[in-house]
Protein backbone atom coordinates (compact mmCIF):
# COMPACT_ATOMS: atom_id res chain seq x y z
CA UNK A 1 0.00 0.00 0.00
CA UNK A 2 1.71 3.40 -0.84
CA UNK A 3 0.73 6.43 0.46
CA UNK A 4 0.57 10.06 -1.15
CA UNK A 5 2.60 12.80 0.40
CA UNK A 6 0.91 15.44 1.71
CA UNK A 7 0.68 19.22 0.17
CA UNK A 8 3.41 20.23 2.28
CA UNK A 9 5.76 17.90 3.17
CA UNK A 10 7.35 17.80 6.60
CA UNK A 11 10.68 18.65 5.35
CA UNK A 12 9.19 21.83 3.84
CA UNK A 13 7.63 22.77 7.14
CA UNK A 14 11.83 22.25 8.75
CA UNK A 15 12.77 24.17 6.11
CA UNK A 16 10.25 27.38 6.95
CA UNK A 17 10.50 26.48 10.70
CA UNK A 18 14.52 26.47 10.38
CA UNK A 19 14.70 29.80 7.96
CA UNK A 20 12.48 31.52 10.81
CA UNK A 21 14.89 30.38 13.24
CA UNK A 22 17.33 31.76 11.56
CA UNK A 23 15.96 35.24 10.76
CA UNK A 24 14.74 35.45 14.44
CA UNK A 25 18.14 35.51 15.49
CA UNK A 26 19.79 37.46 12.44
CA UNK A 27 17.05 40.12 13.56
CA UNK A 28 17.66 40.42 17.19
CA UNK A 29 22.01 40.89 16.40
CA UNK A 30 22.37 43.60 13.72
CA UNK A 31 25.31 45.21 14.66
CA UNK A 32 23.29 48.56 16.38
CA UNK A 33 21.04 48.58 19.61
CA UNK A 34 19.09 50.54 17.26
CA UNK A 35 17.98 47.67 14.52
CA UNK A 36 18.16 45.19 17.21
CA UNK A 37 15.62 46.62 18.81
CA UNK A 38 13.00 47.54 15.95
CA UNK A 39 13.62 44.54 14.01
CA UNK A 40 14.03 42.09 16.64
CA UNK A 41 10.62 42.84 17.60
CA UNK A 42 8.89 43.20 14.78
CA UNK A 43 10.42 39.58 14.13
CA UNK A 44 9.18 38.37 17.79
CA UNK A 45 5.63 39.59 16.65
CA UNK A 46 5.59 38.55 12.93
CA UNK A 47 7.78 35.65 11.37
CA UNK A 48 5.47 32.83 12.52
CA UNK A 49 2.94 34.36 10.46
CA UNK A 50 4.88 35.04 7.57
CA UNK A 51 4.34 32.75 4.14
CA UNK A 52 7.66 31.91 2.84
CA UNK A 53 7.27 34.77 0.13
CA UNK A 54 7.22 37.12 3.22
CA UNK A 55 10.19 35.42 4.57
CA UNK A 56 12.13 35.69 1.38
CA UNK A 57 11.50 39.29 0.80
CA UNK A 58 12.41 39.98 4.65
CA UNK A 59 15.64 37.90 4.73
CA UNK A 60 16.97 39.76 1.54
CA UNK A 61 15.72 43.08 2.91
CA UNK A 62 18.01 42.11 6.46
CA UNK A 63 20.64 40.62 4.93
CA UNK A 64 20.93 42.47 1.38
CA UNK A 65 23.27 45.26 0.27
CA UNK A 66 21.99 47.93 2.37
CA UNK A 67 23.95 48.92 5.71
CA UNK A 68 22.19 48.74 9.17
CA UNK A 69 22.37 52.67 9.28
CA UNK A 70 20.54 52.99 6.03
CA UNK A 71 17.78 50.78 7.19
CA UNK A 72 17.40 52.16 10.42
CA UNK A 73 16.86 55.74 8.88
CA UNK A 74 14.34 54.04 6.03
CA UNK A 75 12.19 52.64 8.92
CA UNK A 76 12.04 55.48 11.01
CA UNK A 77 11.43 57.34 7.83
CA UNK A 78 14.65 59.66 8.21
CA UNK A 79 15.28 59.02 4.79
CA UNK A 80 13.42 57.91 1.43
CA UNK A 81 13.94 54.60 0.63
CA UNK A 82 15.29 53.30 -2.70
CA UNK A 83 12.72 51.19 -4.49
CA UNK A 84 13.87 48.40 -4.11
CA UNK A 85 13.54 48.74 -0.72
CA UNK A 86 10.22 50.52 -1.04
CA UNK A 87 8.31 48.30 -3.14
CA UNK A 88 9.61 45.40 -0.60
CA UNK A 89 6.82 43.35 0.89
CA UNK A 90 8.82 42.66 4.34
CA UNK A 91 9.38 46.23 4.14
CA UNK A 92 6.09 47.49 3.94
CA UNK A 93 5.54 45.15 7.23
CA UNK A 94 8.31 46.42 9.19
CA UNK A 95 7.62 50.32 8.53
CA UNK A 96 3.67 49.77 9.54
CA UNK A 97 5.33 48.11 12.90
CA UNK A 98 7.75 50.90 13.31
CA UNK A 99 4.79 53.85 12.32
CA UNK A 100 2.49 51.81 14.66
CA UNK A 101 5.14 51.56 17.63
CA UNK A 102 6.01 55.76 16.92
CA UNK A 103 2.05 56.65 17.09
CA UNK A 104 1.91 54.34 20.22
CA UNK A 105 4.37 56.45 22.09
CA UNK A 106 2.55 59.90 21.47
Known sequence: MTFSSPATSTAAVEDL????????????KRGILENDILIGAFAERNLSKMNQEQLESYDKLINGEHMEWDLFYFMSGKK???ADVANSSAFKLIKAFVDERQFAKK
Request: aromatic content about 6%; overall charge positive.
Open 17 to 28: DMMRARLLYQSK
Open 80 to 82: EPP
